[in-house]
């Protein structure tokens, strides 16, 4: 099995800046995707960036030039540094590890970002 653990999450001012990580341990073997996605109350989860083992991104467009996913394949952790943070970025964000040998999703439990106006 595969445990994801966020982290970093909290209180900002509009235009501030945070940086999520995502740690994770167990069977990674056939893990290559990793993804952030982000729920706000009354809206479907949407996915808001994913990277590759290899390094390969996508960004939603909402994020696109202000958010930047990375990872490091051996501390085992996926990054969301997240800029000129607005109101409308507020939800709780969550890691997501596709497991292609399982064929199912492994996620985290989640981290609230509250941008204030």
């Known amino acids: 099995q595969v445990q994801l653990v966020e982290s970093g999450g909290g209180l900002v001012q509009a235009g501030g800046s945070l940086r999520l990580s995502c740690a994770a341990s167990g069977n990674l073997f056939s893990i290559n995707v990793m993804n952030w996605y982000r729920q706000a109350p009354g809206t479907q989860r949407e996915l808001v960036a994913y990277?590759?083992?290899?390094?390969?991104?996508h960004y939603a467009d909402s994020v696109k030039g202000r958010f930047t996913i990375s990872r490091d394949n051996d501390k085992n952790t996926v990054y969301l540094q997240m800029n000129s943070l607005k109101p409308e970025d507020t939800a709780v964000y969550y890691c997501?590890?596709?497991?292609?040998?399982?064929?199912?999703?492994?996620w985290g439990q989640g981290t609230q970002v509250t941008v204030s106006s």
């Open positions: 997501a590890a596709d497991d292609d040998g399982a064929l199912s999703v492994y």
């Open positions: 990277v590759t083992r290899a390094g390969g991104t």
